[in-house]
């Protein structure tokens, strides 16, 4: 992994459905980045790079013929936007993926080691209560030998 993204940052959507990307993340998608569909109805930000080895993974699985697996790869096609921040630091999200990740104004940029996704502030709220209840009890979840 080349790139880690760390933190939390409020930003609000603008009027025009751009958002600002925060300073710390901005060098990692200078040329560009893709939105994807992520996970519990976020978004997910990754680096061409990412974007590139998820991609190719799921070619080379929908070659074996299975129909979910070409299911997959065109439903995650489909659902990407590659982006490219403007001289602010601004990305437009496409309104199709507004909907799906429920962004209205206020939303929260989370660096997700990996990737960095966008929530919708009310639903990032939920969701976090979760994660941050699962570190309380970190050796449940995390390999020892890992560490």
């Not at 994807?36 to 976020?42: A, D, S, V, Y």
């Not at 309104?95 to 080691?113: K, M, P, S, T």
């Amino acid at each position: 992994m080349d790139e880690v993204f760390v933190g939390q940052f409020e930003h609000s959507l603008d009027p025009k459905g751009r958002i600002v990307l925060p300073a710390s993340f901005r060098t990692s998608f200078e040329q560009s980045g893709f939105l994807i569909k992520g996970p519990e109805g976020c978004l997910a930000l990754l680096t061409p790079e990412r974007f590139q080895d998820i991609a190719q993974n799921m070619a080379s699985r929908s070659e074996e013929g299975d129909i979910r697996h070409r299911s997959a790869k065109r439903s995650f096609g489909a659902g990407a936007a590659r982006v490219l921040p403007d001289k602010q630091g601004r990305i437009a999200i496409p309104e199709d993926l507004r909907v799906f990740a429920h962004l209205q104004r206020e939303c929260v940029i989370v660096g997700a080691i990996d990737e960095v996704e966008i929530w919708d502030s009310a639903r990032w709220q939920e969701v976090t209560q979760v994660g941050d209840s699962l570190l309380e009890s970190p050796d449940d979840f995390i390999d020892s030998d890992a560490i």
